[in-house]
């Protein structure tokens, strides 16, 4: 089976842009979680959906998004951007379920750089 | 609300010397528990998890962590480091029923030394 896949791997953007990453889960998984990794707060999470519903949400403000397609492929869209958005993003794929046992796959991330 | 905290933000050992990475939890409610690792520019692999069941718990790699709900522990330990388990390492819990929300700690970065 193929894992999980991110599109782009690497992007740079200017202040007040905004962007869209992509995430391809692996197939047959209907559940996506972004994440963000930075030196300064580590890893925090995003949200999650499921089924193109969003079924978690972290502590991040409105300028971050997500959408899930019905073949569970989803994106996540940031406008605005500051600087303090640089950051690796990462997103997971798992079959789904509400217990939370299921593993979660992750993708190689999206390194994002805001200038 | 539910955290870890990881003892040590890095980790030295000589190869084939035991690896020992801290964990500890804090849940008011029985947590989902997982290690993961991370190498250079690369994403997260799930080295091991604990939900229910049997405490001492194997992975990949060699790598084990054994539950201990007195002490809210969750410790990996690997008996040999080998030279390729130079990585960072982190400790993450899912409260039941909340899907797939993880909570990390900030992460060990393991260094192997001949």
């Known amino acids: 089976k193929a894992g999980v896949t991110q599109t782009p791997r690497y992007l740079i953007k200017t202040r007040g842009q905004q962007v869209t990453l992509s995430c391809s889960p692996i197939?047959?998984?209907?559940?996506v979680s972004w994440y963000q990794q930075t030196p300064g707060q580590g890893l925090q999470f995003l949200f999650e959906y499921f089924s193109e519903t969003q079924r978690n949400k972290g502590n991040f403000p409105g300028r971050f998004s997500g959408r899930q397609f019905s073949n569970s492929r989803s994106e996540m869209n940031v406008s605005t951007l500051e600087l303090g958005d640089s950051a690796l993003y990462l997103c997971a794929s798992s079959s789904g379920g509400t217990s939370g046992k299921r593993e979660q796959y992750f993708g190689p991330g999206t390194r994002l750089t805001v200038t | 609300a539910q955290s870890v905290t990881q003892l040590g933000s890095h980790v030295s050992v000589s190869e084939g010397a035991l690896v020992l990475l801290r964990c500890n939890y804090s849940?008011?409610?029985?947590?989902?528990l997982f290690w993961y690792v991370q190498y250079p520019n690369q994403g997260l692999q799930l080295l091991l998890k604990y939900t229910t069941g049997a405490t001492l718990v194997k992975g990949i790699n060699g790598f084990e962590a054994e539950f201990k709900k007195s002490e809210t522990s969750f410790h990996l330990t690997k008996p040999s480091a080998h030279m390729s388990d130079a990585a960072e390492y982190f400790c993450?819990?899912?409260?039941?029923?909340?899907?797939?929300?993880?909570?990390f700690g900030t992460g060990t970065r393991l260094q192997v030394t001949l």
């Open positions: 849940s008011s409610v029985p947590p989902y």
């Open positions: 197939s047959g998984h209907r559940s």
């Open positions: 993450a819990v899912i409260i039941t029923g909340t899907a797939s929300k993880l909570t």
